[in-house]
């Protein structure tokens, strides 16, 4: 597949492509990659931004394959795509929030829960810990969420400071 990714972190080598995989994932339950459902998967697996349902739907009816996009479809296909491995669902102070995760590396997020920005980071040591929590446990980790959650730069120097003055 056509690698058209200028994502911050990345990405890592995948065996299949992501349309490849929905179809896999899809056959195993009997059903068959629709024309919507191709055209949901491409488009999303194409670029790496965090977006709701209502988004991608507006998105969609921008293009011209997308313009009879059908709200219901959308939504079937959005939990499919996640069922399959290829998103990633976070809620976010309420609201669904989906991004690429299919052949995209591990990463955490810092959610501003002011102006609903999401940065992205990855950690070594976030990881390091978690194996060490879990082998407490004997338990082995795959994989991790954590979302944390506060205020940007932005946020906290429109909000909570004075305006820095030139000095002189
Ligand atoms: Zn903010
Ligand atoms: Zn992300």
Redesign the pocket.
Known sequence: MASTSDFSLGKVDVALSPRERFEEFLQARGKRITRQRRMIVEHVSARHEHFDAEQLLADLRNTPDGAAASRPTVYRTLGELVDAGLLRKMVLGGRAVYEHDYGYPQHDHLH?T????LIEFSSDEIVSIRDAVAARHQFRAQGHRLIITG??A??RSTRNRPRHQDRI
Not at 114 to 117: E, G, I, L, N, S
Request: net charge neutral; proline share 0%.
């Open positions: 501003c002011a102006c609903q920005t205020l940007c932005n946020c």
